[in-house]
């Protein structure tokens, strides 16, 4: 399958972005869909991710409240919505994809497949 991120840009702090990745190649509802980042610097992140029916979401600590994964299967896309960005969210975003599994909702960096990754910057 491959995954299209889109989305990213400048920001200040406060304000809010929403990230999509489109997917083709594959049944999009076969497949648990996250968000991993990695700011300059640092390793990699896990933001979040959903389960392939949406009804499970998980997210890290330092975005939960702040930013919210969806889903359309109809339109074989996830989003991430993210609301009180922060200078320390800068970072570049990668949406990953995992075959027939709930399993990996809190790897890092074990994927099946992998966006090409969005920036991110937050600028105080």
């Known amino acids: 399958v491959q995954l299209q991120a889109s989305g990213g840009g400048l920001v200040q702090v406060g304000g809010s972005l929403r990230l999509s990745c489109a997917a083709s190649?594959?049944?999009?509802?076969?497949?648990?869909m996250g968000w991993i980042r990695q700011a300059p610097g640092k390793e990699r992140d896990i933001v979040a991710s959903i389960s392939r029916t949406g009804g499970v979401t998980y997210y890290a600590n330092s975005v939960k409240g702040r930013f919210t994964i969806s889903r359309d299967n109809a339109k074989n896309t996830v989003y991430l919505q993210m609301n009180s960005l922060k200078p320390e969210d800068t970072a570049v975003y990668f949406c990953?994809?995992?075959?027939?599994?709930?399993?990996?909702?809190?790897?890092?960096?074990?994927?099946?497949?992998w966006g090409q990754g969005t920036l991110v910057t937050v600028s105080s």
């Open positions: 990953t994809a995992d075959y027939n599994t709930d399993q990996r909702m809190r790897t890092i960096n074990v994927h099946d497949y």
């Open positions: 190649g594959g049944t999009f509802s076969e497949y648990t």
